[in-house]
Nanobody, 126 residues
């Protein structure tokens, strides 16, 4: 079973940058889609950015377009999320997910054919 471990979260001021990493075992060969979700207190978990491993097509939530970039480092088996121009509303726990269900559509919440990391906290102060 794939195990995912996120890192790179932290506290920054508005306008700053962070890069999140998600390390996993060989998910680049088994996952259909990889993505980042986030959840702020009192809010539902939402898909932020996703990438389909075959065609490497990407999806971004409107709220992060132009600021966030998702990518895969195949050599390291890492999923990355570069976050620039951070805003206080980006504050949330960020989770990476690997989805093996064929035909899955990001940013729907994946079903049981998925693996989640434990999350990494991102806090942006104004």
């Amino acid at each position: 079973q794939v195990q995912l471990v996120e890192s790179g979260g932290g506290s920054v001021q508005a306008g700053g940058s962070l890069r999140l990493s998600c390390a996993a075992s060989a998910f680049t060969r088994t996952a259909y889609c990889l993505g980042w979700f986030r959840q702020a207190p009192g809010k539902e978990r939402e898909g932020v950015a996703g990438i389909y491993t075959g065609a490497r097509t990407t999806y971004y939530a409107d709220s992060v377009k132009g600021r966030f970039t998702i990518s895969i480092d195949g050599a390291k088996n890492e999923l990355l999320l570069q976050m620039n121009s951070l805003k206080p509303e980006d504050t949330a726990m960020y989770y990476c997910v690997a989805v093996t269900a064929p035909g899955y559509t990001f940013p729907d919440l994946p079903g049981r054919l998925s693996a989640w990391g434990q999350g990494t906290q991102v806090t942006v102060s104004s």
